[in-house]
T-cell receptor
Framework: QKEVEQNSGPLSVPEGAIASLNCTYS??????FFWYRQYSGKSPELIMF????GDKEDGRFTAQLNKASQYVSLLIRDSQPSDSATYLC???????????FGAGTTVTVRA | EPEVTQTPSHQVTQMGQEVILRCVPI?????FYWYRQILGQKVEFLVS????????KSEIFDDQFSVERPDGSNFTLKIRSTKLEDSAMYFC???????????FGEGSWLTVV
């Protein structure tokens, strides 16, 4: 059973600050790592994916992966009220491509 | 990235009734998935569908569930004899050809009463 763990939050940050989200996973065979954003009542929206150890930046988002520690994180810089959502960490292995999700971290950006 | 279109957006059904949820890909993809999310819980994998066949299914996907692509376009999830615990948001998803990234449709909210 592939387990993906996230701090449930809520994580409250002031506008303009950095929000830091963490995720750990149990399956060492995991190859691909994703962050989805989910607004209440909506579907998950892919915001970042990372396959290799290190950092990957896309706009205000930075994903960090450490396979040795089985740890993946997401940083949101210059947080905006529109970033208020639940952020889902998901992992997949190369042989099945199905996603195992964490429970999500709820982020609230206060103006 | 184009998504998939799901219908209905919301359906209320009586317990024991059959429900069909539909997914229409905007472009021609080979890999499709159904996931579900019970209110307040994790997104859970149900089944993957590749080249018009089931490639993998979870423990949740028992005989009550079936998937098919009857006309080579629409991708359906059928739930026979619905139960109260089937109430959830059901997401169709597709995988891009060139990388292992999965995009979700807008979801179908099923309420069983």
């Amino acid at each position: 059973q592939k387990e993906v763990e996230q701090n449930s939050g809520p994580l409250s940050v002031p506008e303009g600050a950095i929000a830091s989200l963490n995720c750990t996973y149990s399956d060492r065979g995991s190859q691909s790592f994703f962050w989805y954003r989910q607004y209440s009542g909506k579907s998950p929206e892919l915001i970042m994916f990372i396959y290799s150890n290190g950092d990957k930046e896309d706009g205000r988002f930075t994903a960090q992966l450490n396979k040795a520690s089985q740890y993946v994180s997401l940083l949101i810089r210059d947080s905006q009220p529109s970033d208020s959502a639940t952020y889902l960490c998901a992992v997949s292995s190369s042989n099945d491509y199905k996603l195992s999700f964490g429970a999500g971290t709820t982020v609230t950006v206060r103006a | 990235e184009p998504e998939v279109t799901q219908t209905p957006s919301h359906q209320v059904t009586q317990m024991g009734q059959e429900v069909i949820l539909r997914c229409v890909p905007i472009s021609n993809h080979l890999y499709f998935y159904w996931y579900r999310q019970i209110l307040g819980q994790k997104v859970e994998f149900l089944v993957s569908f590749y080249n018009n066949e089931i490639s993998e299914k979870s423990e949740i996907f028992d005989d009550q569930f079936s998937v098919e692509r009857p006309d080579g376009s629409n991708f359906t999830l059928k739930i026979r004899s619905t139960k109260l615990e089937d109430s959830a948001m059901y997401f169709c998803a597709r995988r891009t050809r060139d990388r292992n990234t999965i995009y979700f449709g807008e979801g179908s909210w099923l309420t069983v009463v």
